[in-house]
C-alpha cells in the first residue's frame, strides 16, 4: 500500500514541477501558492531527477557509434534483390548488403577489411 501511494505523490510532484518549470515563480512563492514546504519541493525535484538520470543511463545510446568507425566515412549503399550477403566481424558487428549488389558487397568487404585491422584472427 505505501509504494501505491508513494507512487501517486510522485505523480503529483511530476506535474507539481512541471507547473514550477513553466512559472516565473521562486521556489518559496511557488510552494506558498502549492500548500507545500521548501524542504520537501527540493527533495522532490532531486528524487525526480536522479530517478530520470538514472533511466537515461540505462538506456543504451543508439545514436553513438563506436570510436572504431566514426572517422570513417559511409559509402552510399543501394539495396536491390532480396538475397542478403553477411559478413561478421570482430566486436560484434554485422555487415548486411544484398548479394547481387557487387558494388556493396565490394563496399561491405572494404569496411569489414578494415575494421579487422590490427585484430588477431581476422
Known amino acids: 500500500m505505501g509504494s501505491k501511494r508513494n507512487g501517486g505523490a510522485e505523480a503529483v510532484w511530476r506535474q507539481r514541477l512541471a ?9 518559496a512563492d ?6 507545500v514546504s521548501s524542504p520537501s ?10 530517478r530520470k ?24 549503399v543501394q539495396v536491390v534483390g532480396s538475397t542478403m550477403a553477411e559478413i ?11 548479394a547481387t549488389n557487387t558494388e556493396a558487397l565490394r563496399t561491405a568487404i572494404l569496411t569489414a577489411g578494415n575494421a579487422c585491422r590490427g585484430v588477431d584472427g581476422c
Not at 511557488?30 to 500548500?35: D, I, P, S, T, V
Not at 538520470?53 to 552510399?76: I, L, W
Not at 570482430?90 to 548486411?96: E, H, L, S
Open 19 to 27: 507547473r514550477f518549470n513553466r512559472s516565473a515563480s521562486t521556489v
Open 41 to 50: 519541493f527540493y527533495q522532490w525535484r532531486k528524487r525526480l531527477q536522479h
Open 88 to 98: 561478421e566481424v570482430p566486436g560484434g558487428m554485422t555487415i548486411r548488403v544484398p
Open 53 to 76: 538520470s538514472s533511466a537515461r543511463k540505462a538506456e543504451p545510446d543508439v545514436h553513438t557509434m563506436p570510436e572504431s568507425c566514426e572517422a570513417r566515412p559511409f559509402m552510399p
Open 30 to 35: 511557488f510552494c506558498r501558492q502549492e500548500g
